[in-house]
Structures are given as C-alpha cells and as structure tokens.
C-alpha cells in the first residue's frame, strides 16, 4: 500500500514537473527572445559561477583546516614516514596555491568577462612569451618536487641496513602469516610444494635455518631499530600496508619483495598519542583479493627494544609446537633439528628409521 | 576565385546542385546498419548513454553499501536476486563485481566508445568537409563490434557465477584462477572476449579516423586550419592503435593461462587446497603490458574531451582558443609521453626501485603540457565576451576538474608519496576528477553543443543549466571528501571499513558523500529528458545557433548521407576568426576568403588573398 502510494506520488512530482517545463517553454516562445542568441540568464550562469568559487574556498577551507569530526592525518611512526609527510604537505602546499590561484582566474574571468552588449572580445590568438613562461615555471617546480622525492624514494628503497630485524609476511586468501627467524636470525627456505594445512607457509625443512623459526599470532617489532619485512603471497596478489608506518609493498605470488622501515613510537606511545587506550597498529590488505579482501587484519605490536627481545625469546619454534614434521627433515639433520627447535621427546626416536611422513601431505 | 566558391560561401547552394544520386534507403540500412557516419556517431551516442546509466547505478548501489552499511537493501532483490542476502545485506563478491563493472564499462564503453567512438565519427568529416568516413563499411563494421562486445558484457552481468570481479585492471592471479573468486570463472571469460570485439572495434574506428584526416581534408584544409577538436580525435586515434594492440597480447596471455594451462602469469600458487604446476610467470609482466594500454587509454578517454572544450570555450568566448600551435604541440608531447609513463601504476609492485624513479620522473614531466593547456583556457577566457551555454559551463567545469584532479597527480607520481597512498580513495578521488568526470563533462559539453546539428533541433537551455550545477556541485561533493578519506588510508575497493580501527572514522563523511552521488546520479535524468524529448519536440535549431566557424555548421539543418548538397566547401582560414579587430560580425567562418575580409586581414593576410 505504502509503496503504491510513494509511487503515485513520484509519477505526479513527475506530471507537475513537466507540466511546469512545458508552460515555461511556451512562455519563451511567446516572448520570442531568440532572435538574441545570448542566453536570458547569462548574467545569472556568471554569478553563480563566482558563488561557486567562493563557496567551494570557503567550504573547502573549513574542511582542510579542523572543520571535519574526524582528524584525516594519521600521526606517523616511521622514519622514512617523517621524510614522505614533509614531502606530501610541501607538495600539497605547491598544488594548493596553483590550486586556489587557477580557480579565482577561471571563475573570476568568467564572471567578470560575461557577455555584455556592447563588449568585444579581445582578439589574442598567441603570446610566445607568456607560453613559454608557464611552461618553464612548472618544469622548474616540477623539477623540484621530482628532485626531492627521488632522493627519498631511493633512500627508502635502498637495501635494508646491516643487522635489521628480519621478518617475513606471507599473504593469503583471507589473512596473513608471519615467521621469525629464531635464534639463529635467519629465516630457512620455504617452497610452495610443501604447503599444507598445518604448514601454512611451506616451510621447507631440509633448511638447517628453518629448524628455531617462529609463526606468532601477531607481529612485534622493536622502536628504532630497522625492520625488514620480507614479503609474499601464496595464491593471489595482496599488498602489505600500514598507514602509520607510511608502509606499503605488494605481496606477489612467486616473486618475494621487501620494505624495511624504522618505527618510532611503541604502541603505548601510540595510546597516549591518539588517546585512545585501544590503539593498535593494523596491517591492511590494500590490493583487491577476493570477497574477503577488506578483513585482512593483522595487529602489529611495537615494542621496546628489550621487551621486544624478551617477546622473541619466549617465542617457541614452530617446529616445537608441530613436531610431526621433524620426518621431514633429512634423517641426518633430526637430531640437530630437535635441539634447535628445543623438542626434548623427538617421536622419531621411537620410530623406525625411515618413517614416512604422516599427517601430512 | 571561381564561381562555385562564392556560391559556396553565400550559402546559395540549392539543392537541385546535388551532384550526388539521390535514392531513399530502407529503415534498416538508414538507421540500423547504416554506413553514414552521422547515424553510427548517434548509435555509438545512445549506446554509449545506456551504458553511462548502467554504470551510474552499479556505483549507486555500491555508495550506498559504503555509505550506509548498516542499510537494509531488501528492496533490490528484485534485481539484484541473491546477490542481496535474505537480511538485506549485499554480497561481498557482488560488491567487487559491481566495482570491477563499474569501471570497466565506464572507461572503455561510455569514455572511450561512447566519446571518441560518437565525437570522432561525427565530427571529423564534418569539419574537415569530408562526404563521410574514408571506410563507410569499416565504420559500420566498427560500431557493430562494439555492440557485439556490448552484448557480451551485459550478458555476463546475469550469470549465476557473477561477472569479472577482480577490478577493472583484471590483474592475475586473481582473474585467471576459478578457485580465487567466483567471477574469474565464466564471467572473466566473457570479459575477455567482450573485450577482445571492444579492441577490434577501437582499431576499426581508429584506422578510419586517422585515414580520414590524413586524406579527405577539404581544399584549403591545410592541417594548420583543422580545428582542435579534430586534432584531438586525430592523436587519440593514434594513442589507441598503439597501444590497444598490446593490450589484445596482455589479455591473450591471460587466456592461454586460464584455459590452456601455460604460465606467463603465473608461478608458486597455492590456492584451495592445492599447489598448482604453474613456474616461472610473472604477474608483474601483466601489470606492465595492461598499463602500457592503460595509461594511454587515460589520454585516450581525455584527449577528445579536451578537443570540443578547446572549440567550445573559443566560440563561446567569442575569442580565439589562445596558443593555438602550443595547443597542438601539448596534445602531441601528452601523447608522446602517454607510452613512457605507464609503470608510476606500479610504484609499490616489487618493481625496480630505479626503474620506479626514471618512470617518476618522466611522469612528472607530462604535467607540464597539461599545464600549459590549462593555462591556455584560462587565458581564452581572459578579456573575452563569454557566453554561458550549457555546453560552456560543462566546458568550464571540465577545465577546472582537470585542474583539481591533475594537481592531485603530483602526489601519486611522485613515487615517495606514492607509497602510502598508492590504492587509497585518494587515487580514487584523483582520477574520478581528472579522467572520469572531467572527460565524462567533455562528452556532455560536446552534446549540448553539437546537438542541434545532431538532431536539427536546440536542447532546452534551463533544463541544461539545471543539469550542469547539480552535476557540477554534486561531483565536487562526492570526490573531493574523498580525498580526506584517502589521505587517511582507507583503501579502495573496500566491502566496508568496520573491521579496522584505524578506518572507523569518516562514517558520517561517507554517508554525505553516498547522498551527493545519489543526486548527482538522479539530475542524469534530467539531461535524458532533455535530450530525447527534445529529439523529437525540440525548437528547430538555426543553421548556425552558436554562430561558430567551422564548417559542420554550413551544412543543411539535418545533413543528408554526404553532408553537404552541393559541392564540398572550400577552407581559407583558420577555425578560430572570433572578434577580429575590424570584422563586422564577432566570427568569421573558416570559409570565407580573406580578400572577402580586407577591413580585418593582417598584412600576411591580404599577401594569401592574393592568391585565392
């Protein structure tokens, strides 16, 4: 009933509409103004133009400076973060004034060069000085903007320095998996061919390194102290981000990449900063992945640098925890494996020397 | 000089001069397989606006799942089916299929098709005074592989499994793997072949366009004198036989590995349950092959829409469009560097970091020709006589959304800052502006203007006007927000932002911009009003209503097939005589011969008069 009667009412909002659009045009043909090829309400267009313009600054003003609810610039806890924000607000502050400058011309001119009777326009087909002017002003800013962000792009980009913390974050359909390197600080091989459903990330045990590396439930990394996040994917493309860390890198199945950055404030700082006693660094997922590609939440930890060695202390290699594949490491490397991995009842020991693997595969 | 150009020019020609064999087509040869190149510019027009409508509402209903994700959608069931839960709430894969179709069909079917494929085929004969299209047949040809690409499409939109869903940009292993996402299943295929058609389609219109140029200019029409529109045409036409090629190759690829079980794209998955065999492919080398398409298919889709504002702005300022040759020489230096800018897509892809900062550096330089443009319309509009028909204002508005989404390009080409938002609603908010809505304005600007020529009958102006700032506020209202957003992180392509803290601002901000698109979207239908009402019931347009200069407006009221009755006119100057010093009336059409205008010629002037 309800909805026969909104329709009702929209087909006759749409009668009266037309109705009005037909007795205006028939006005207009009575007044026979079109003789005039200027538009009645040319001068109104004009106003209206210079309205716009100083309602978009004035409103555009307001929002960019406090009037919106919520804060859109996310406080930075990185190095290089410090570094890409100076470069984002010079450049916002260039492109801000040619912004404001260009829109006061093109609707200012407008209003102020509307048709007039007895206005002619100024015949002025070609100024090679004023064309060479505003193309070699850009280039020379241009040129500026381009200068500085090489030379933070390559600082960023460049190889992670000696002795950095080393961590690899694997993305999957719909979530991510993380490994330590362990006491030894090297992560061991892993190979897609021995993915399962325990061994998420393929690890390859034939690898000495692999034996003490860890998966945890979320990532912690140590405030000021380069972090290198070796990054892949298993199935499809995913993108490591983190807007606080001014952070983001492709996860690309079969071609491992990297990012490497310094936090600078622990999570705690982080809390007080924001105030919001709940704060956590969020790993985000930003590059399209399927139906569940905006749920790809991974909390990061930034820690002190001693709690952090004391978190990665207390971490158990993931060998422990799932002994069962000590059969797939070499027969040889079992014993070496176990102690890594700090298993004290290897179940290999009991079992006849050749096992086959079990449960998994 | 003879008898026939005066006639000419005095518009004296009767159309008992016809040299031409008049016989009456029947409707289906007249209207539907139709060589004349004024009825395939008209279907590529409506097609073209079906599918803007199509793509208009998918990103309706996706703002509304943004903006109110709360919201019960119960009341699209009946269109939407199961994609609509049976608690109202949408599908999450829907979501991403109507992001990806929204895209696709918005870039190649209305920016690309619906305005190159109608401004190019209706306006190159016509202001170069060309009978038709160098291939009649290939222009058929032309528009029927696009329906036929058209049809797929909007099959594909109805299978069971969904249509492509992973984004526009398709890329794999995302697209090539049924087990990733329902709609890499048979709906991905149907894209891929809708889109193969689509290409041959472009390539068609392109060899036909560039063919056209080069050898049926009007005597006279010396490429110096071509109007800037036709410039455009003519270099985007050239910009897509380049590049769509490369992108037949990309997506050939991607077919081979989906059904044929090679492995260029792909290598080390596993994926449901299981590794696949696939080793050695690199998703990086789709990337690379899709942007060397896809950015220039960018300047592809503004190109034209920068061609008609060049010729509206000059003839509704009543003052030529200033810096003429730096005009073309931008469009030619834009599409020089269109083919070497591509990879500042790919910034954070695990590319070289070097090869990131020569693609940064080079993609910086293309601001300086799209500068210069806008400075050189800024400038037209300076001192002039402006009058403000619809197709002026969406021609301002165009300038000024290339302006706000252009400056926004310095940010994501610069690769530092790039990194944090790169994928973010600030690359949305960016290239919406400066692309979408500042090309889609082009297509709009260019109809209100060539309409009466169209048609033989005048658009409604106060329906225009009402058009134009509802569209014009309401696109500033949904995308400038969004750059707030964007620089807050929130990622793109995003069911909903509730499972992050750091996204749970912006709500009411989202809800505000989800209202501005519904507006924006719903004063569309004024325009449909006013355009198929006034097809049929129009005022009957003057022969001339702008009083411009160039030569489509010495044709008949409603030009037959071969345009101009009598003999083709003959071109003497440039299109862009308005208010010169000492001429009676404010233009000066490009057929008139300077020694008809001695009170106005320059001193080189009366030097050519002499030899016409």
């Given at each position: 009933?309800?909805?026969?009667?909104?329709?009702?009412?929209?087909?006759?909002?749409?009668?009266?509409?037309?109705?009005?659009?037909?007795?205006?045009?028939?006005?207009?043909?009575?007044?026979?103004?079109?003789?005039?090829?200027?538009?009645?309400?040319?001068?109104?267009?004009?106003?209206?133009?210079?309205?716009?313009?100083?309602?978009?600054?004035?409103?555009?003003?307001?929002?960019?400076?406090?009037?919106?609810?919520?804060?859109?610039?996310?406080?930075?806890?990185?190095?290089?973060?410090?570094?890409?924000?100076?470069?984002?607000?010079?450049?916002?502050?260039?492109?801000?004034?040619?912004?404001?400058?260009?829109?006061?011309?093109?609707?200012?001119?407008?209003?102020?060069?509307?048709?007039?009777?007895?206005?002619?326009?100024?015949?002025?087909?070609?100024?090679?000085?004023?064309?060479?002017?505003?193309?070699?002003?850009?280039?020379?800013?241009?040129?500026?903007?381009?200068?500085?962000?090489?030379?933070?792009?390559?600082?960023?980009?460049?190889?992670?320095?000696?002795?950095?913390?080393?961590?690899?974050?694997?993305?999957?359909?719909?979530?991510?998996?993380?490994?330590?390197?362990?006491?030894?600080?090297?992560?061991?091989?892993?190979?897609?061919?021995?993915?399962?459903?325990?061994?998420?990330?393929?690890?390859?045990?034939?690898?000495?390194?692999?034996?003490?590396?860890?998966?945890?439930?979320?990532?912690?990394?140590?405030?000021?102290?380069?972090?290198?996040?070796?990054?892949?994917?298993?199935?499809?493309?995913?993108?490591?981000?983190?807007?606080?860390?001014?952070?983001?890198?492709?996860?690309?199945?079969?071609?491992?990449?990297?990012?490497?950055?310094?936090?600078?404030?622990?999570?705690?700082?982080?809390?007080?900063?924001?105030?919001?006693?709940?704060?956590?660094?969020?790993?985000?997922?930003?590059?399209?992945?399927?139906?569940?590609?905006?749920?790809?939440?991974?909390?990061?930890?930034?820690?002190?640098?001693?709690?952090?060695?004391?978190?990665?202390?207390?971490?158990?290699?993931?060998?422990?925890?799932?002994?069962?594949?000590?059969?797939?490491?070499?027969?040889?490397?079992?014993?070496?494996?176990?102690?890594?991995?700090?298993?004290?009842?290897?179940?290999?020991?009991?079992?006849?020397?050749?096992?086959?693997?079990?449960?998994?595969? | 000089?003879?008898?026939?150009?005066?006639?000419?020019?005095?518009?004296?020609?009767?159309?008992?001069?016809?040299?031409?064999?008049?016989?009456?087509?029947?409707?289906?040869?007249?209207?539907?397989?139709?060589?004349?190149?004024?009825?395939?510019?008209?279907?590529?027009?409506?097609?073209?606006?079906?599918?803007?409508?199509?793509?208009?509402?998918?990103?309706?209903?996706?703002?509304?799942?943004?903006?109110?994700?709360?919201?019960?959608?119960?009341?699209?069931?009946?269109?939407?089916?199961?994609?609509?839960?049976?608690?109202?709430?949408?599908?999450?894969?829907?979501?991403?299929?109507?992001?990806?179709?929204?895209?696709?069909?918005?870039?190649?079917?209305?920016?690309?098709?619906?305005?190159?494929?109608?401004?190019?085929?209706?306006?190159?004969?016509?202001?170069?005074?060309?009978?038709?299209?160098?291939?009649?047949?290939?222009?058929?040809?032309?528009?029927?592989?696009?329906?036929?690409?058209?049809?797929?499409?909007?099959?594909?939109?109805?299978?069971?499994?969904?249509?492509?869903?992973?984004?526009?940009?398709?890329?794999?292993?995302?697209?090539?793997?049924?087990?990733?996402?329902?709609?890499?299943?048979?709906?991905?295929?149907?894209?891929?072949?809708?889109?193969?058609?689509?290409?041959?389609?472009?390539?068609?219109?392109?060899?036909?366009?560039?063919?056209?140029?080069?050898?049926?200019?009007?005597?006279?029409?010396?490429?110096?004198?071509?109007?800037?529109?036709?410039?455009?045409?003519?270099?985007?036409?050239?910009?897509?036989?380049?590049?769509?090629?490369?992108?037949?190759?990309?997506?050939?690829l991607l077919v081979f590995d989906r059904s044929f079980g090679t492995s260029f794209y792909l290598s080390e998955i596993f994926i449901g349950g299981e590794a696949?065999?696939?080793?050695?492919?690199?998703?990086?080398?789709?990337?690379?092959?899709?942007?060397?398409?896809?950015?220039?298919?960018?300047?592809?889709?503004?190109?034209?829409?920068?061609?008609?504002?060049?010729?509206?702005?000059?003839?509704?300022?009543?003052?030529?469009?200033?810096?003429?040759?730096?005009m073309i020489g931008s469009i030619l230096a834009i599409a020089f560097l269109s083919f070497i800018v591509w990879a500042h897509h790919m910034f954070i892809t695990?590319?070289?970091?070097?090869?990131?900062?020569?693609?940064?550096?080079?993609?910086?330089?293309?601001?300086?020709?799209?500068?210069?443009?806008?400075?050189?319309?800024?400038?037209?509009?300076?001192?002039?006589?402006?009058?403000?028909?619809?197709?002026?204002?969406?021609?301002?508005?165009?300038?000024?959304?290339?302006?706000?989404?252009?400056?926004?390009?310095?940010?994501?080409?610069?690769?530092?800052?790039?990194?944090?938002?790169?994928?973010?609603?600030?690359?949305?908010?960016?290239?919406?502006?400066?692309?979408?809505?500042?090309?889609?304005?082009?297509?709009?600007?260019?109809?209100?203007?060539?309409?009466?020529?169209?048609?033989?009958?005048?658009?409604?102006?106060?329906?225009?006007?009402?058009?134009?700032?509802?569209?014009?506020?309401?696109?500033?209202?949904?995308?400038?927000?969004?750059?707030?957003?964007?620089?807050?992180?929130?990622?793109?392509?995003?069911?909903?932002?509730?499972?992050?803290?750091?996204?749970?601002?912006?709500?009411?901000?989202?809800?505000?911009?989800?209202?501005?698109?519904?507006?924006?979207?719903?004063?569309?239908?004024?325009?449909?009003?006013?355009?198929?009402?006034?097809?049929?019931?129009?005022?009957?347009?003057?022969?001339?209503?702008?009083?411009?200069?160039?030569?489509?407006?010495?044709?008949?009221?409603?030009?037959?097939?071969?345009?101009?009755?009598?003999?083709?006119?003959?071109?003497?100057?440039?299109?862009?005589?308005?208010?010169?010093?000492?001429?009676?009336?404010?233009?000066?059409?490009?057929?008139?011969?300077?020694?008809?205008?001695?009170?106005?010629?320059?001193?080189?002037?009366?030097?050519?008069?002499?030899?016409?």
């Amino acid at each position: 009933m309800l909805n026969t009667i909104i329709i009702i009412a929209a087909i006759l909002i749409l009668v009266i509409l037309f109705a009005i659009f037909r007795v205006s045009s028939l006005v207009d043909v009575i007044k026979g103004d079109s003789s005039t090829k200027i538009p009645s309400s040319n001068g109104t267009q004009a106003n209206l133009l210079l309205l716009f313009l100083i309602a978009g600054l004035v409103g555009g003003g307001y929002y960019s400076f406090g009037g919106l609810e919520d804060d859109f610039v996310l406080p930075v806890a990185s190095k290089h973060g410090v570094i890409t924000d100076t470069l984002f607000w010079w450049t916002m502050a260039i492109t801000g004034v040619v912004f404001i400058v260009t829109h006061i011309f093109l609707f200012g001119f407008s209003w102020k060069y509307q048709h007039r009777k007895n206005q002619v326009a100024y015949f002025y087909p070609h100024n090679n000085k004023l064309e060479m002017i505003w193309t070699i002003i850009p280039a020379i800013v241009l040129a500026a903007l381009v200068f500085t962000g090489w030379k933070a792009w390559m600082d960023i980009t460049r190889e992670s320095p000696e002795g950095s913390e080393v961590i690899e974050i694997m993305g999957y359909q719909y979530a991510w998996s993380v490994r330590y390197p362990g006491a030894d600080n090297v992560l061991g091989d892993y190979d897609y061919l021995k993915i399962d459903a325990t061994n998420q990330m393929g690890i390859d045990f034939s690898d000495r390194a692999s034996f003490d590396d860890f998966i945890p439930r979320e990532i912690h990394v140590p405030k000021g102290k380069p972090v290198r996040f070796n990054i892949r994917a298993r199935d499809v493309i995913h993108s490591v981000y983190q807007p606080h860390f001014r952070l983001q890198m492709n996860a690309v199945p079969g071609m491992p990449t990297q990012f490497w950055f310094e936090p600078t404030k622990t999570t705690e700082e982080m809390r007080t900063e924001t105030k919001n006693p709940d704060f956590q660094y969020e790993l985000v997922c930003n590059k399209i992945c399927g139906q569940g590609h905006f749920a790809m939440r991974y909390i990061i930890v930034v820690d002190e640098l001693e709690d952090y060695k004391e978190w990665f202390k207390s971490q158990e290699p993931w060998l422990k925890q799932n002994a069962d594949y000590l059969t797939e490491v070499p027969a040889k490397l079992r014993e070496a494996a176990s102690i890594a991995a700090g298993i004290e009842n290897p179940a290999y020991l009991d079992a006849p020397n050749g096992l086959t693997i079990s449960g998994s595969k | 000089m003879s008898i026939t150009d005066i006639q000419v020019t005095d518009e004296a020609v009767h159309g008992d001069d016809h040299h031409e064999e008049h016989h009456e087509q029947s409707f289906i040869f007249k209207y539907i397989f139709s060589t004349d190149h004024k009825t395939i510019a008209k279907q590529f027009l409506i097609t073209g606006i079906f599918w803007a409508i199509l793509g208009g509402g998918l990103s309706v209903i996706f703002r509304l799942q943004l903006g109110f994700p709360d919201m019960n959608m119960g009341f699209l069931q009946p269109f939407l089916g199961d994609w609509i839960s049976n608690s109202g709430k949408l599908d999450p894969e829907f979501y991403l299929a109507m992001i990806t179709m929204h895209g696709t069909i918005m870039v190649f079917f209305v920016l690309t098709a619906g305005l190159s494929g109608t401004f190019s085929n209706y306006l190159i004969p016509l202001q170069l005074g060309a009978r038709d299209m160098a291939s009649g047949f290939m222009n058929l040809l032309s528009y029927w592989f696009f329906f036929l690409s058209s049809v797929i499409m909007f099959i594909s939109m109805f299978l069971s499994t969904g249509p492509a869903s992973g984004g526009w940009t398709i890329y794999p292993p995302l697209s090539a793997l049924p087990q990733a996402m329902s709609g890499s299943g048979m709906g991905m295929t149907l894209w891929l072949v809708s889109m193969v058609f689509f290409i041959a389609s472009t390539l068609l219109g392109g060899i036909n366009y560039i063919t056209t140029v080069i050898n049926l200019r009007t005597e006279g029409m010396t490429f110096r004198r071509m109007p800037l529109t036709i410039w455009a045409f003519f270099i985007t036409a050239v910009l897509g036989l380049l590049s769509f090629p490369v992108l037949v190759a990309c997506v050939l690829l991607l077919v081979f590995d989906r059904s044929f079980g090679t492995s260029f794209y792909l290598s080390e998955i596993f994926i449901g349950g299981e590794a696949l065999p696939n080793l050695g492919g690199s998703p990086i080398l789709f990337q690379h092959l899709f942007w060397f398409l896809g950015h220039p298919e960018v300047y592809i889709v503004i190109l034209p829409a920068l061609g008609i504002t060049s010729e509206v702005i000059s003839t509704n300022s009543r003052k030529p469009i200033f810096g003429y040759t730096a005009m073309i020489g931008s469009i030619l230096a834009i599409a020089f560097l269109s083919f070497i800018v591509w990879a500042h897509h790919m910034f954070i892809t695990g590319m070289n970091p070097f090869l990131g900062s020569i693609f940064m550096f080079l993609t910086l330089i293309i601001a300086i020709p799209s500068a210069v443009k806008a400075f050189n319309y800024i400038t037209t509009l300076w001192k002039g006589n402006l009058v403000f028909t619809p197709a002026m204002l969406f021609s301002i508005g165009l300038v000024s959304f290339f302006i706000s989404g252009g400056l926004t390009g310095l940010f994501l080409g610069n690769a530092a800052i790039d990194i944090n938002l790169h994928d973010t609603y600030f690359v949305v908010a960016h290239f919406h502006l400066v692309m979408g809505s500042a090309a889609f304005f082009g297509l709009l600007a260019g109809v209100y203007h060539w309409f009466p020529k169209m048609f033989g009958r005048m658009m409604d102006e106060k329906l225009g006007y009402i058009h134009f700032w509802l569209t014009f506020v309401g696109v500033y209202l949904v995308f400038f927000p969004l750059h707030y957003i964007g620089i807050a992180g929130f990622p793109r392509r995003y069911y909903s932002f509730t499972n992050f803290d750091a996204f749970s601002s912006f709500v009411d901000l989202n809800s505000f911009v989800t209202v501005a698109a519904i507006i924006t979207f719903g004063a569309q239908f004024i325009f449909l009003f006013n355009f198929f009402y006034n097809i049929f019931k129009g005022k009957k347009a003057p022969l001339n209503p702008w009083n411009s200069n160039t030569l489509e407006w010495t044709t008949p009221r409603v030009p037959e097939h071969g345009n101009w009755p009598g003999e083709i006119p003959k071109v003497y100057r440039w299109p862009y005589d308005y208010s010169k010093p000492g001429a009676e009336d404010d233009f000066i059409p490009q057929t008139v011969p300077y020694h008809k205008t001695k009170e106005s010629n320059t001193d080189f002037e009366n030097e050519e008069s002499k030899k016409e």
